[in-house]
């Protein structure tokens, strides 16, 4: 699929399609199993909120907005994918969150200004350009107050390859199944194609995405690009020191504030 021209016409995988690939199916199963962040990065997020509001884009199925709400913060989201709202609004406190359809590159959420504007779980990714990703970076900023933080979580790509473009993980194995997790990196694109294979005697399913791998420095550009600064990074949501060996990074980036005037 051609998605884009400019430096180059930028494929990514064949048959997947970004604005539907979470769709009914995988919303169903989406918290099936959890991450294993949420407390950790709602502690982290609450701090960073205030007394809020907050803005989560591609808030999903609430994994991490409903427990933030839990906090007392006022929480509202975007996300594109119908199913996975819709999954939200059916658990507890789910009409609570004012969800916005639509692109977090785009859209406008009507209750800012927030306090804090946040995008996690490498889905910064999913949005397969530059210039999608500048724009949502602008997008965040736009609704952040004067003093609102904007935080981004997400892989930092730069170890999971190891010199190759394409590798193998075994994910999951025991004797009744296992999950491989196929992968294929153009470093000339930043497009990772990723494929989930679930393998057991009930059959083969294929959990596909493809992501746009930005590194670190590149989001930090965006975001200046956006009018931000980062002014905090950590190797994870624990505050551990962001270093070459951490797979994934948590930013934190704010309106530059006004430098005192020289005497
Ligand atoms: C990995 S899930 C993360 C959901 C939630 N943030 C979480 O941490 O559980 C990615 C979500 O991003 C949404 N999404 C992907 N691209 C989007 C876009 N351009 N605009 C809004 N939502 C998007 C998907 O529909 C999906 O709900």
Redesign the pocket.
Known sequence: MLLARGHGAIAHMDGFD??T??GPD??AR??NVL?GDEEQ?VAFLAERAGAGPAL??????????LPLAATGIQVD?????A???AVLAGKPGGSQVAVTM??????DAPGGPYELVY?????IG??LTQD?QVR?FSNAARHLSPSGTFVVETGTGWGWFSGRTSYVDAEQVSARAVVLDVNRFDPASQILEENHVHISAEGIRMDP?AQRVAPPGELDLMARIAGLQLTERYGWWDGRPFEASCPSHVSVYRRPTAEPEAE
Do not use: H, K, W
């Open positions: 970004p604005a690939s979470f995988v919303a989406y918290d991450r990065a989560e884009l591609a808030v999903g199925t609430g994994r991490i907005a989201g975007i996300e594109q994918s199913a996975m709202a639509g692109d977090m590159s785009r859209a995008l996690v779980y490498n889905t999913n949005l999608d949502c995405i």
